[in-house]
């Protein structure tokens, strides 16, 4: 039997690939209103968080500081959100959480303890982590029909978070890889999208992304995403427009 005839009737194949997961960076899992706030941030876009993989980042917490995962995961899966693994932490806690079936994924703190001939492995793509993001939300107005539109007149750096809160975010210029643009309503960006954007974050399946040029890390409408890697080549760095039509999100290429 020769080797490829061997391959193909193997019954799997193991392979290496990217996943576009949420970091949930945890600061202080004793805090009263921890879950309850949480539970809150789910309930904006229910579809999108709905059975999401989740990697937690313990980065933030005091060295000696015990964990109890078991415990905090069965917390999470009770909103819908599974714990896959764990981002940085000490020994003890890496230890802790391969106890009880959670990943070690090597960053943070651990990875700045590593050899620097290691290199580092991707760092998961988060929606509710980004690096000190600096958040600006508009402001909010009492008629539902005044909407806010923010309105970025600069290119949008990795790492950075805007979010429009109940209106339109646009941005005249591009957004980089690693930022993230959130918004109730759409999302206009007048260059290249290759960071993430998020539209009808608050459940409005009617807002809609346009963009000049489509590179994008993720984009989705009212929790429904789509990664890049699902993107078709049709699309990419093209103007299009992102909207959802019978439970379903499209991708069109805008004609003028």
């Known amino acids: 039997m020769s080797n490829q005839v061997a391959f193909r009737d193997a019954p799997f194949q193991l392979r290496g690939s990217n996943f576009t997961m949420?970091?949930?960076?945890?600061s202080d899992p004793h805090a009263q209103n921890f879950f309850f706030a949480l539970s809150d941030k789910v309930r904006q876009a229910p579809n999108f968080?709905?059975?999401?993989?989740?990697?937690l980042d313990l980065d933030d917490l005091p060295p000696g500081q015990g964990f109890d995962f078991e415990n905090f995961c069965d917390l999470l899966r009770t909103l819908g959100l599974i714990a896959v693994g764990?981002?940085?932490?000490?020994?003890?806690?890496?230890?802790?959480?391969?106890?009880?079936?959670?990943?070690?994924?090597?960053?943070?703190?651990?990875?700045?303890?590593?050899?620097?001939?290691?290199?580092?492995?991707?760092?998961?793509?988060?929606?509710a982590d980004?690096?000190?993001?600096?958040?600006?939300?508009?402001?909010?107005?009492?008629?539902?029909?005044?909407?806010?539109?923010?309105?970025?007149?600069?290119n949008?750096?990795?790492?950075r978070?805007?979010?429009a809160q109940g209106g339109d975010l646009v941005v005249?210029?591009?957004?980089?890889?690693?930022?993230?643009?959130?918004?109730?309503?759409?999302?206009?960006?007048?260059?290249?999208?290759?960071?993430?954007a998020l539209a009808g974050m608050a459940g409005d399946r009617n807002a809609r992304i346009f963009c000049q040029s489509l590179e994008a890390e993720m984009v989705s409408i009212a929790g429904?995403?789509?990664?890049?890697?699902?993107?078709?080549k049709s699309v990419l760095r093209r103007q299009v427009q992102i909207y959802l039509d019978q439970g379903f999100l499209h991708i069109d290429p805008v004609t003028v």
Do not use: C, W
């Not at 968080?49 to 990697?55: H, L």
């Not at 981002?87 to 700045?112: D, H, K, N, S």
């Not at 429904?224 to 078709?232: G, Q, T």
């Open 86 to 127: 764990l981002q940085g932490g000490t020994r003890e806690q890496q230890e802790a959480a391969l106890a009880v079936g959670l990943a070690v994924f090597p960053q943070g703190r651990a990875a700045a303890e590593a050899p620097a001939a290691q290199p580092a492995a991707p760092r998961p793509v988060a929606v």
């Open 224 to 232: 429904l995403y789509r990664v890049s890697e699902d993107l078709e």
């Open 172 to 196: 005249i210029g591009s957004v980089s890889p690693g930022a993230e643009l959130v918004a109730d309503g759409n999302i206009h960006v007048y260059g290249s999208l290759r960071g993430r």
């Open 22 to 26: 949420m970091v949930l960076k945890v």
């Open 49 to 55: 968080f709905r059975n999401a993989p989740v990697v």
């Open 156 to 159: 949008v750096r990795s790492g």
């Open 161 to 163: 978070q805007l979010y």
């Open 130 to 154: 980004a690096p000190a993001p600096a958040v600006t939300a508009a402001p909010a107005h009492d008629l539902p029909y005044q909407k806010a539109t923010l309105l970025v007149r600069e």
